[in-house]
């Protein structure tokens, strides 16, 4: 079975650090495009980052220069490092398989897990 | 950056009716690139539609999507008790992604 699971979530201060893990298991992760969306409480879906194949990255711009996508291939999970977080940038974060170069929608993703950004 | 917009925020419909859920792109955008997602509530999202018509795996024939260039529409042709949830469009180019906000579909 296909299936992605986010683990990493939790409370931190602002200006904290925070790394988040997105484990993959039916499938090779370094063979699809990955990416990171996430939802703030009662709000809407926000792509955060994606990963391409070949390693290229790139961001929303809310978070470029803070955040840091990447995976390890060894052990088929993909992270993202969190750093200067906010409060806006509480959210669910979720993992998703983007598994088709041609159409670059998401079709797997992972329950979620919780970033709460509070003093 | 192309913004989507949906409307309506919110559509109150009964079971067995028909729905049609809009997603306007402030400009022309690529219709390989527009895909629909439905999530319920404490659940993630889940892809419906991809390339604006195409169904994902195992999705109802009663989800349809269609539209070009900057109108895009999702439609269930006849609403089932499982379908009350939040609907999203999405469109990726020049290696960002954007949503709309988010149609949520209720029981009237």
């Known amino acids: 079975e296909v299936q992605l699971v986010a683990t990493g979530g939790g409370l931190i201060q602002p200006g904290g650090s925070l790394r988040l893990s997105c484990a993959a298991s039916g499938f090779t992760l370094s063979s699809s495009y990955m990416s990171w969306v996430r939802q703030a409480p009662g709000g809407g879906l926000e792509w955060v980052s994606i990963i391409y194949i070949g390693g290229s990255t790139y961001y929303a711009d809310s978070v470029r220069g803070r955040f840091t996508i990447s995976r390890d291939d060894s052990k088929n999970t993909l992270y993202l490092q969190m750093d200067s977080l906010r409060a806006e940038d509480t959210a669910v974060y979720y993992c998703?398989?983007?598994?088709?170069?041609?159409?670059?929608?998401?079709?797997?993703w992972g329950r979620g897990t919780t970033v709460t950004v509070s003093s | 950056e192309i913004v989507l917009t949906q409307s309506p925020d919110t559509l109150s419909l009964s079971p067995g009716e028909r729905a049609t859920l809009s997603c306007r792109a402030s400009q022309s955008v690529r219709s390989s690139y527009l895909a629909w997602y439905q999530q319920k509530p404490g659940q993630a999202p889940g892809l419906l539609i991809y390339g604006t018509s195409s169904r994902a795996s195992g999705i109802p024939e009663r989800f349809s999507g269609s539209g070009s260039g900057t109108d895009f529409t999702l439609t269930i042709s006849r609403l089932e008790p499982e379908d009350f949830a939040v609907y999203y469009c999405q469109h990726y180019g020049s290696s960002l992604y954007t949503f709309g906000q988010g149609t949520k579909l209720e029981i009237k």
């Open positions: 998703a398989r983007v598994p088709s170069f041609f159409y670059y929608y998401m079709d797997v």
